[in-house]
């Protein structure tokens, strides 16, 4: 019978509340493997920064960050890449986010705090801010 009940609900008046931009604590990060849409062959990996929010009780995860390119504000997602020497690639949106924070390893966002924002006026999930 719960079932049924929930099945002749009507649609609600709250919207759903959102996240304000603030500071966050990072808490782990991880390597995602990304695949090709309808297919398993993997096309890169993205830093997911495991993030504690200051309005939220659970753990949020960001994979975008926000850089100034130039005048621009661009967001940017943060894909792995390594040089020839195996180092993370310079001028990826990972070594803007490094450099940003003052970190040398990946490892080492581990514990910092950093400001998020707004991905844009039309895309309001926040991303970290790295400019």
Request: hydrophobic share 35%; proline share 3%.
């Amino acid at each position: 019978m719960e079932n049924q009940d929930r099945l002749n609900k009507p649609i609600g008046t709250k919207e759903l509340p959102k996240l304000e931009a603030k500071e966050v604590e990072v808490q782990g990060l991880r390597l995602d493997p990304k695949t090709k849409k309808g297919s398993d062959k993997v096309v890169g990996e993205l830093l997911v920064l495991i993030c504690k929010h200051p309005d939220r009780e659970e753990l949020i995860e960001f994979t975008k960050v926000k850089t100034l390119k130039g005048d621009n504000l661009k967001v940017l997602g943060l894909w792995y890449s390594e040089d020839s020497e195996g180092n993370v690639q310079k001028g990826s949106s990972v070594a803007d986010l490094m450099s940003f924070i003052g970190v040398k390893t990946l490892i080492e966002l581990e514990g910092k705090k950093i400001m998020t924002v707004e991905q844009s006026k039309d895309t309001t999930y926040l991303c970290v801010k790295a400019y």
